[in-house]
């Protein structure tokens, strides 16, 4: 499955010798050009460095999503809460980051995990871990895509509430804003791929001058300021939640953990990259240092910005963001023109993580590990796009947006859910590498060298624990709408996915085929892996 001949997925051809860090072999006889995945070049390599760092930071959206979902922290101790808990959060997924970003100089696919895992078990496990890799990442990018949109959708309802002071937002006024978004970004992916770059270019835009904008605005405009004591040592006070300081404080890091939350978007997009074994790591790093940066000092300012925290926590605005702005500039426009920067913004976020997941999906699909992947593996080479893939993406999307409709924390529970699987499927090709002694990779242009195994070990340490939190109820005590399903979901995703593998894959899944010049090749150690 991971060593294969070199000829063996294009007939007779002989592959050429490419560079060390080149992104395709060329097969001699017929000019086919082969990526690490072991598949011919299908879409068009059309990102440099700047358009996927666009990308990066557009599909993060950092201070945006951090705004957006604060109602997640405003009742885990406040602003103190919010500000250490995305320190927190910033510093372990520093390490996935670093983890990741090795893993894809070493190996850049738009399978991502999938393929890491794969290829990090080794042959008697690799079929089994990334399989369940694969799926798992596909569904928490799919709870992911679910709760962007619904920050999208929010914002639009709030923008009409601004100006509309006696309307009361409804949970189905969202769901129709959230559809809206949702297949508007869909049809941006299918129809105007080539236009994409320009989209994300202007989400870069919209993140690092919105935000820069927004941040000073925010602090300016107050006529007088929340004290050092309520923004930095309030936590007690403001912990409503019924927790003990020590477990509310954990259980709110899913904010801080949701903002930069993003770090592997990008690596599904390996295909269609000019140079990523260099280019992947750099925006990765891009990414979490510009998001990191921005989303704190966004977390400073806000905290500030609070005149009276009791109205954001009882509740009573669905949209606790759009209160601070109001509180903080006591103007209507001001709200309505910030509120916009981020509607715009996350408009922009909506349309990367379709095409993020979309590849997701495809790239398991080209190697039948998907219901129908006849299907939805095909490319439409006129648009550039998997255009079956991007449409199942929007169907199931679709049904996770009504979520929020039957439960008073169904936001949290898209975001959590987002976080938690999303994370497991990251420790599957950690823990690999680290049971396989980290020696199934090629040094990239990035590598961890002896630091690998406290860093990569540290993530999963991480990850492990902070899901763990995440899965507890956000406050005491709970009832059957207001509990947290986090647990339930992610088991949920895990019975699916092992249903699946007995059905389909023990039979039916060869597993992804690598191109043997991307790959260490052990065979003397460890053969071939086998296709059961």
Not at 85 to 108: C, D, K, Q
Not at 131 to 143: L, R, S
Not at 248 to 275: K, Q, R, S, W, Y
């Amino acid at each position: 499955m991971s060593s294969v001949e070199k000829d063996e997925k294009v007939e007779d051809g002989v592959l050429k010798d490419g560079p060390p860090h080149g992104d395709t072999i060329v097969v001699a006889e017929t000019g086919v050009r082969i990526n690490a995945s072991g598949h011919k070049d299908e879409l068009n390599r059309q990102y440099g460095l700047v358009g996927l760092t666009g990308i990066a930071v557009t599909v993060n959206n950092a201070w945006v999503v951090l705004g957006s979902s604060i109602s997640v922290s405003l009742l885990n101790g406040g602003p103190p809460g919010i500000i250490y808990g995305l320190m927190v959060a910033l510093f372990y997924y520093t390490l996935i980051g670093m983890s990741l970003a090795e893993l894809a100089s070493s190996f850049p696919t738009s399978g991502g995990v999938y393929h890491w895992a794969t290829l990090a078990a080794g042959p008697k496990w690799g079929r089994m871990a990334g399989f369940f890799a694969g799926w798992i990442n596909f569904y928490g990018w799919m709870f992911g895509l679910a709760s962007l949109a619904q920050i999208s959708a929010n914002t639009a309802v709030q923008l009409y509430a601004t100006y509309n002071t006696e309307y009361s937002s409804e949970a189905w006024h969202v769901y129709i804003a959230y559809l809206l978004v949702l297949w508007i970004s869909a049809s941006a992916v299918i129809f105007a791929n080539k236009l994409i770059p320009y989209t994300q270019n202007l989400g870069l835009v919209l993140v690092v001058v919105g935000g820069l904008v927004t941040i000073v605005v925010i602090a300016a405009m107050p006529t007088r300021h929340a004290s050092n004591h309520f923004v930095w040592g309030s936590f007690d006070e403001n912990n409503v939640t019924g927790w003990n300081g020590g477990v509310a404080f954990m259980v709110g890091v899913l904010n801080g953990a949701f903002t930069i939350g993003t770090p592997d978007a990008i690596t599904h997009m390996a295909e269609e990259i000019n140079n990523p074994k260099k280019n992947l790591p750099k925006a990765i790093f891009l990414q979490i240092g510009i998001g990191g940066l921005y989303g704190i000092a966004f977390a400073v300012v806000l905290g500030y910005a609070i005149s009276d925290i009791s109205i954001l926590q009882s509740g009573v605005n669905t949209f606790p963001l759009a209160g601070i702005y109001h509180q903080a500039t006591g103007s209507s426009g001001a709200t309505f023109a910030l509120l916009f920067i981020i509607f715009m913004s996350s408009l922009c976020c909506c349309i990367g993580t379709v095409l993020t997941n979309s590849r997701t999906y495809w790239a398991l699909a080209r190697d039948n590990a998907v219901p129908l992947s006849g299907i939805f593996r095909r490319v439409n080479e006129t648009l550039s796009c998997p255009v079956e893939a991007t449409l199942f993406v929007a169907v199931i999307a679709t049904g996770l947006g009504a979520i929020p409709i039957g439960s008073s924390v169904g936001f949290s529970n898209l975001t959590g859910s987002f976080i938690i699987i999303s994370t497991v499927s990251y420790a599957i090709p950690f823990a690999c590498n680290l049971l396989t002694g980290r020696k199934r990779f090629l040094p990239g242009p990035f590598h961890l060298k002896g630091l690998g195994f406290v860093i990569n070990g540290l993530a999963v340490f991480f990850i492990v624990l902070f899901d763990i939190f995440f899965c507890f109820p956000l406050a005491l005590p709970f009832d059957a709408t207001t509990m947290n399903y986090n647990c339930v979901i992610l088991a949920g995703v895990v019975f699916i996915t092992g249903v699946w593998w007995l059905v389909h894959a023990t039979k039916h899944y060869p597993g992804p085929t690598f191109n043997h010049n991307f790959i260490h090749d052990d065979r003397d150690e460890a053969g071939e892996i086998e296709r059961r």
